[in-house]
């Protein structure tokens, strides 16, 4: 049985892994010059991390807002001595 927001997290997660792998294969070919070469590295960059490694999806998710919201919450901290 599976309830509709896991569903919808997998759905999340299979569209971020083709944003993932359009920004690796745009990388790629900046890189590479080479749009076949690109293509091979983004597909097995993509297939040993997050194909094989489910979870490790939502990192680079988690890592964005920490750069986005986490600046402003580090600020807010006080260290006390």
């Known amino acids: 049985m599976n309830l509709p927001a896991l569903e919808l997290l997998n759905d999340i997660a299979i569209v971020l892994v ?3 792998f359009i920004w690796l294969f745009g990388w790629g070919k900046k890189a590479l ?12 960059i993509v297939f040993l991390i997050f194909i094989q490694h489910w979870e490790l999806v939502w990192v680079p998710v988690i890592l964005i807002f920490l750069a986005t919201f986490g600046k402003e919450f580090l600020n807010k901290v006080v260290v006390q001595k």
Do not use: T
């Open 33 to 44: 010059g080479s749009a076949k070469l690109a293509i091979l590295l983004a597909f097995v």
């Open 18 to 20: 083709i944003v993932y």
